[in-house]
């Protein structure tokens, strides 16, 4: 472990120097990857340091107890040891899950997709249930929502709504979210009191910016429409609404949430930036997937990860079969025992293979 933490430490001064040159400055995507790294790097480094002193006054205390001092202090040393040893296993645990390499994605801001599915109405109103539960769940969190596009459904909720999360480390928090959610409650068109099952999909996807994705113009098609509310009426006679198709993928996106277009085009040029980063992500993730277990999901949506059931006020996370008897604050945002839990469980997992691949290489 220590012969791996001075690795980094020496990597962060190399990083420190490389900051400095004006031929990196003058480079603004190198220059913004090599910043990111060294605050990534600035943290383990600050860990190693106090893990160093930590070692040092063990081996101080050590030596007072087997030297001729008196019997006081050697007492003292020992109750000192006693509380350094304690430390010192807390601290390794740390470190082992800070040395875990990181997706390079878990800093970025997200793009959040929900879309009704099975259920009709029941899943348009299911969908504006999650979106009110994540936008609660971003307030707590003091990050920034955008609302991106909408389509209202019928009889309330979205049949789609895409909207932007902006914050520190937003991904990485809230890439546990991809996947079919369910939902078991009596809809208000139930007549007979039946309890029904009905689901959305929640996509998460991480804000791909100009240098991730290169987009060049001639591969874009634009059209500009008039924003439309509930029912299709014309909110405003502008043609400020923007849909971009992107030529050689077919992939759509729009934008209608704001009165300029301007302001739409960038909010759906960094949505069709965000969708075609996926594309190379889900490649990663699925290649991943293959020689590892993952808590976080792949292409493939199809899978239900967690439910939400109303008569008996219970969240199932179907992944790590972590039940909650919550249901109204995870609702009202409440998301973070969850998430948490499911971070505890990725990390004892990449823990544990990466012990497995190290004794198979020894």
């Known amino acids: 472990m220590l012969e791996k933490l001075a690795q980094i430490k020496e990597r962060w001064e190399e990083v420190k ?24 790097l600035g943290v383990i480094v600050e860990i190693y340091e106090k893990y160093k002193l930590l070692l040092s006054n ?21 109750e000192e040891l ?37 259920g ?25 929502t955008e609302l991106v596009d909408m389509t209202e459904g019928t009889s309330g909720g979205y049949k789609e709504v895409i909207f932007n999360v902006i914050g520190e480390d937003i991904f990485g928090q809230l890439k546990y979210e991809s996947g079919v959610h369910r939902v078991q409650r009596v809809p208000k068109t139930e007549t007979q009191g039946r309890v029904h099952t009905s689901a959305a999909t929640v996509a998460i996807l991480p804000e791909a910016d100009e240098f991730d994705v290169e987009i ?28 971009l198709t992107h030529i050689p993928t077919g ?33 990663r993730t699925e290649e991943l997937a293959r ?40 609702m009202d945002g409440d998301l973070q025992e969850i998430i948490d839990e499911l971070q505890l469980a990725e990390n004892a997992q990449r823990l544990k293979e990466g012990t497995s691949d190290t004794q198979d290489s020894e």
């Open 17 to 40: 120097n490389l900051i400095a040159d004006p031929e990196i400055i003058a480079d603004m995507k190198k220059y913004i990857r090599l910043s990111k790294e060294l605050k990534d």
């Open 58 to 78: 063990i081996e101080s205390s050590k030596n007072i107890m087997s030297g001729d001092e008196e019997d006081e202090l050697k007492a003292m040393a020992k």
């Open 82 to 118: 006693e509380e350094l040893t304690k430390q010192k296993a807390e601290l390794e645990d740390k470190i082992k899950v800070m040395l875990i390499p990181k997706d390079p994605d878990d800093a970025k801001n997200a793009v959040v997709e929900i879309r009704a599915g099975t």
């Open 120 to 144: 009709g109405d029941e899943a348009s109103i299911f969908a504006g249930d999650l979106f009110r539960m994540y936008t609660k769940y971003c307030d707590s969190r003091n990050w920034k």
């Open 216 to 243: 060049r113009d001639e591969d874009i098609k634009k059209d500009t429409f008039c924003s439309s509310g509930p029912g299709g009426q014309s909110v405003n006679t502008t043609y400020s609404a923007i849909r």
């Open 251 to 283: 992939i759509v996106v729009q934008c209608q949430d704001e009165k300029s277009q301007l302001k739409n085009y960038n909010k759906a040029l960094a949505n069709l930036r965000a969708k075609l980063y996926e594309m190379e992500m889900r490649k």
């Open 291 to 330: 020689k590892r277990k993952t808590l976080v999901s792949t292409g493939d949506r199809s899978a239900k990860i967690r439910t939400y059931n109303y008569p008996q006020g219970r969240v199932t996370e179907h992944r790590i079969g972590l039940t909650r008897y919550d249901l109204q604050n995870i």
